[in-house]
């Protein structure tokens, strides 16, 4: 049971002034069709024939003023709901919105889920930023499958799993929960999630737009031309829209001087007029919006998750003149009609509690922790790469987070997952291993230099980098309520306390209740003692494996050239050191490639203040910025070594109607299958323009064998962004395409396409 507060209004739901109860034409003559008045008849109507936004406007038009008024925040109550949420009520049930009784309207109960259902004890998945690692959309799509299950196993209909804000620069908290720093391939990833989600759930796609900074996430003001808006924040929300997700969340930062919460360029210009978006809009939750009238006109439906600031100010600004009924019964429709749209899932049946933590789920949460290990060096030492590990290696084990389940964020995306292997878990079953937790680095010398092997874990956890739950702009307090309403604060406290218990994971006992801080990373280096421990191992051991955790890149120059194998573990869920060992044994041959860019020095990167009341963004960061300035990179964007090697043949490229299709081939040239990643880019005939990625392809190849590869390019894919007209314009012109292993890979296979 969800905490909601089920709305019990009077039994006949008196009409607001100019919305009388109407029976609708269905568009043919003298056809009248009948008045709907609950759900159960709106679904009628749409098996009838209606359409969904026929059904719910008929709906809502028998809603009384109260009713629709409930539909537009959440239905708990602020300061209850807040004392729940400090008591780890994010993890206990979903949260509820929208539900009417009288009329059979089910609402949402919306739960996370970026890396596993937040809600009950579920399967956790490796971050996102991992399974971007993968570049494998339909790995992705199966994880989102997953994910959508054990949500709707634990009472969820609607979840805020799919996270496409692109990683502009590697210090923000939450990079983790993206799939990299480029739009297309975050899009891509965002696309497949959602399809797999939305076999058992809606998914909500979040946060738009331009959110890619924690600590300053209530309070800065991002600064950003058209040009860059459209070419390099929106296109992967843009695809996920494309690809029937039912909602999307809004950032809590502000755009060109505007809450994203209540900005109408974003919500309604944007999303509803040019992408022609129909569905449902929430806020962030508790601060997502300030005004409760100027969000409702900019086209933000449901305040989430509390009834906070428009069951406070909404009903006032309406009998003013301030806010319009009108755009109320619009928000409510767009609910309703999403509802119906997604009927079909989500009236069939949930599956089982048993689903949450299944066999099947972990066994793909270890594929998927495998499968997203980059393996970044691995020089020969005495003539023979270091990797992949003899069977019956002895190892020495170091590092504190090698006996740590260490799953990332502790905010909002936390799965208190019961099951997690620890690295020291994973190898400990295929290897004679012994521990040491590093701390004093002439010990673990000694330890290393009698061992085959020495295995080195190091990175970040929660406390580097996170969602940011800490102190905050004072003046937002005066958007809570002085008190919740009496009645609602009785129905949610008795739904409360009717939840079925959840076990709390024994390793979060030293973390206090609720949200960890989190935040902004202050350093994208390792820790000093991490350094020291690294250089003691690897003097005393040469076959030295270095394992990073963490969420998006570690800057790794003043000792990643001293170490001969690096490789990038990210946080990998509740399988983490099984598919690790299983990559590091060769049970599993690496194909993970970096989704982001990992630079020589801080310097090539944005500027980035964690504290920053403004900040601008343009199109140049990542590869991209790298590239214009002519800086190499320590590890490029697409980059990752396999226990084999590959070859690109000879390409061609033709052009038929609006679509480029690139043909070429993928040679395996060592001794072991394996799988790559091949990449197109493209540069466009604007020298001022920064090249793009248009394609990519996973492609298996057994060894020694060469497979064809195709990539196709539909042209919107070249346009380019007309500030002018607000528009896109279609690309004319050469265009030069390369197919590449890496972004700025020598051995890329250039094309030149006129258009």
Sequence with gaps: M?????????????????????????????????????????????????????AARGLVATLSPDERLWCVDGDAPTWAGLTFLAEDGYHRAPFAAARIERVGLPGVAFADGPRGCVVGNATCFPVAMARGATWDPELEERVGEAIGRELRAAGATLTGAVCVNVLRHPAWGRAQETYGEDPFHVGELGAAATRGLQRHVMACVKHLACNSMENARFTVDVEVDEVALHEVFLPQFRRVVDEGVASVMSAYNAVNGEWCGQNRGLLTDVLRGEWDFARFVISDWIFGLRDAATSLAAGLDVEMPYRMVRAHHLPAALAEGRASWDDVDAAVTRFVATLLRFDDVLSTPAPGADVLGSPEHRTLAREVAARSVVVLRNEPVGGTPVLPLAPGSRLAVFGTLARTVNLGDGGSSDVWDLKCRTVLDGLAAVADAVYDDGTDARRAGALAAGADAAIVVVGCTYLDEGEFIGATDPSLGELFPEADEPDVAERFTAAITELAPVVKPLRLAERAAGFSTGGDRSSLRLHREDVELV????????????????????????????????????????EAGSGLADVLFGAAEPAGRLPFTV???????????????????????????????????????????????????????????????VRGSLRNTGDRDGADVVQLYAELPDADAPPRLVGFRRVEVPAGAEVAVTV????????????????WRSPAGRHRLVLARFAGDRDGVALDVDL
């Design 535 to 574: 250089r003691a191992t690897v003097a005393a051991n040469p076959r030295t494996v270095v394992v990073l955790q963490g969420g998006s890149a570690i800057l790794a120059s003043e000792w990643a050239g001293d170490v001969p194998a690096v490789v990038h573990a990210f946080y990998g869920g509740c």
């Design 712 to 727: 196709t390019v539909p042209f919107d894919r070249l346009a380019v962004r007309d500030p002018e007209a607000h528009a």
């Design 599 to 661: 630079p020589v020095d801080e310097a090539d990167l944005p500027a980035f203040d964690r504290d920053a009341t403004t900040a601008h963004y343009d199109r140049w960061h990542g590869w991209w910025r790298l590239a214009r300035n002519g800086r190499v990179p320590l590890f490029p964007f697409g980059f990752g070594l396999s226990y084999t090697t590959f070859a690109l043949g000879a390409a061609v490229a033709s052009v038929d109607g609006d679509v480029v299709e």
């Design 2 to 54: 969800s905490p909601s507060s089920p709305h019990e209004p009077s039994d006949v739901p008196p009409a607001t002034p100019g919305h009388e109860p109407a029976a609708v034409t269905s568009g043919h003559p003298q056809q009248v069709m009948p008045v709907v008045t609950t759900f159960e008849e709106a679904r009628a109507a749409v098996r009838a024939g209606r359409t969904p936004d026929e």
